[in-house]
């Protein structure tokens, strides 16, 4: 090939692939950030009684899933609650579907208007957060928190108005018997809180302050922790700090800079993305990848138990994988995944888990909830 | 993600999102799916954003890997959905055809369309083209060799310009 062809063809290249970018592609990039970092602080209270999946976007097939489930105890069959599906094209906003277990379809969450309003605007369907044991879910909007439960889409639902409000947009987060919700109260400039949401007695908990005021770079997270015992406040300057439900701080701890870290059920751990922290004796254990040729940073997902936890991790063979870990960075099981997913195995509590997908374009078959 | 590095982050997509729209579209052949391919790259440099040292470097590759990705799973069989109806009108081998670059390109395998973006527009060298897209650096010569012989079939004017060629000289 002569260089005036190489160059004809790069100018031709250039000049095809000119279109313009969608004005609000960073808004939807981040948007489609925090759906995939909520699954995380999602799975942190992922200790379920009955079994479920939460299927991130679409489920790819289940044909592909049924590699069975990524925990390395013995197989069991799993159902899809609900699933998150992204539509195509720009600025793409997720739909979620919730299985109707009256009928065995998929159908789209009744929400009450109060808590789809953000920003002024109606969402179509916020975003949702299943409990662990898959029987209820959980969406807040800064003003409002809505449950509904006794199965998805029952009628048994409960509506609270939170009074002070979030000042951000804070993901809530299931406790791990799925009977409370933690509600973040923060905000720049505001004192960090938290509120103890009771879904079971639908009675909203006082509002917890905590020492920390976040500052414009200093914003935390906050998750179920010690069992749900106890609640962490992940900072951006590389401290945990562990308060008791009252807001009695219990420890803090220095640890690793990673952006998002998950802590174990148990409290000890965290999940970093190259490895795993201990909090007690402020030991590293480096995840031991099944390739030394790594290519893209290995994500924290979450963790199945307190001895086993799963990153997102994508190999030189291209495929996404389901890595899980023993705590001491053993790999226990891989499962390869062709789009990735950015969530959240689930568990029963003796370590079942499933696979939480991410894909396009495709809607999960109506039809008597599907199993994986 | 705290204040300052959405703030980064932002201004990252304003400066640099056309450029990466423009691989992606190449890549998939169709502007929704680019811009999926491009949005779901940004969210995940986004969520990992204070460990990027060079995140345009990431987020291409982020692209490439996440359509190989869509290459493989669609070879299992899925359907894939699309919103241009193919403009091949006659066989790609019509010497009578004349067709648009973009419509060439649409013909294109995937992967030679894929690697072709990558020579041709990123000017990536053919080693790591084929650390990329998992292929040796043979597979990259001879899929260039069959994608190129196969734009030129089909579009013609494409082969090198005497005019341009003698302007630079």
Redesign the interface.
């Known amino acids: ?2 260089g ?7 100018d ?3 000049a ?7 004005r609000g ?2 808004d ?3 948007r ?2 925090k ?3 909520r699954r995380g602080i999602t799975v942190i209270a992922a200790v379920a009684a009955v079994v479920v999946a939460v299927a991130i976007a679409v489920p ?2 289940v044909r ?1 899933v049924s590699s069975g489930p990524i925990n390395p105890g013995p197989e069991q069959r799993n159902v899809v609650v609900a699933y998150e599906s ?1 539509p ?3 600025a ?1 906003q997720p739909t979620w579907m919730v299985l109707d277990p009256k009928t065995g379809k998929y159908v789209e969450p009744k929400i009450p208007a109060a808590v789809r309003r953000v920003s002024g605007a109606l969402s179509k369907t916020p975003d949702l957060v299943i409990s662990p044991d898959g029987r209820q879910y959980a969406t807040a909007n800064g003003k409002y928190v809505f449950t509904r439960s006794d199965a998805i889409n029952g009628s048994a639902a409960g509506l609270r108005k939170l009074d002070p409000g979030q000042t951000r947009d804070e993901p809530v987060s299931w406790s791990a018997d799925s009977s409370r919700l933690l509600i973040p109260i923060q905000g ?1 400039g505001h004192q960090q809180g938290f509120r103890i949401y009771d879904a079971r007695t639908k009675t909203l908990g006082k509002l917890v302050h905590l020492p920390a005021k976040p500052t ?4 935390v997270d906050l998750a179920w922790t010690d069992n749900d015992t106890r609640i962490a406040q992940f900072r ?1 300057n590389s401290k945990v700090d562990i308060f008791d439900l009252d807001g009695t701080l219990q420890r803090s701890v220095s640890v690793p ?4 870290p998950i802590i174990s059920p148990n409290g000890r751990y965290l999940s970093l ?1 190259k490895g795993l922290f201990d909090l007690q004796t402020r030991r590293s254990y480096p995840l031991q990848l099944p390739s030394a040729q790594e ?3 290995p ?1 924290p997902i979450g963790w199945l138990d307190d001895d086993h936890y799963v990153v997102e991790w ?1 190999g ?5 994988r389901l890595l899980v870990l023993s705590k001491s960075g053993k790999l226990i099981k891989s499962i390869n995944h ?3 997913t950015s969530s959240l195995p689930n568990t029963n509590g003796k370590g079942t888990t499933v696979t939480l997908l ?1 894909g ?3 809607d999960y078959p109506a039809n008597s909830g599907a199993r994986l | ?4 590095a ?1 703030r980064e ?2 201004e990252f ?2 400066v640099r ?2 450029a990466l ?3 992606a ?2 890549l998939t052949g169709q ?6 391919l ?3 790259s ?10 990027l040292d060079q995140p345009e470097a ?1 987020v291409r ?2 692209m490439y ?2 359509q ?3 290459w ?2 669609r070879s ?1 069989g ?4 699309t ?1 241009a109806v193919p403009d091949i009108a006659g066989p790609p081998d019509d010497p009578e055809l004349r067709l648009s ?2 419509a060439a ?1 649409r013909s294109l395998a995937d992967r030679q369309r894929a690697v ?2 990558l020579r ?2 990123d ?1 990536l060298p053919e080693g790591e083209v084929a ?1 990329l ?2 292929i040796s650096v043979g597979t990259v010569r001879s899929t ?1 060799h069959k994608a ?1 012989a196969k ?1 030129r079939a089909l579009c013609p004017d ?4 005497p005019n ?2 003698e302007a ?1 000289q």
């Open positions: 090939m002569s005036d062809t190489e160059r004809r063809l790069h031709e290249l250039y095809l692939g000119t279109i313009e970018p969608s592609l960073a939807a990039a981040l489609e950030a759906q995939r970092r790819l097939s592909h992204w195509r094209g720009a793409r720049i414009d770079t200093d914003l951006a800079k990673e952006s998002e993305g290519v893209v940073y994500t994508q030189k063979d291209h495929d996404f062709p789009y990735g991410l396009y374009g495709a | 993600m705290d204040a300052t959405e982050f932002r997509v304003a999102s056309a729209l423009r691989t579209y190449l502007r929704e799916a680019a811009e999926d491009l949005q779901t940004l969210a995940k440099a986004a969520n990992r954003w204070s460990r990431y590759k982020a890997h996440q190989v990705s869509r493989r799973l299992w899925r359907e894939q959905s919103d670059l973009a390109l072709l973006v041709y527009l000017d650390e897209l998992g260039t190129l734009l494409l082969a090198p310009n341009i060629a630079q």
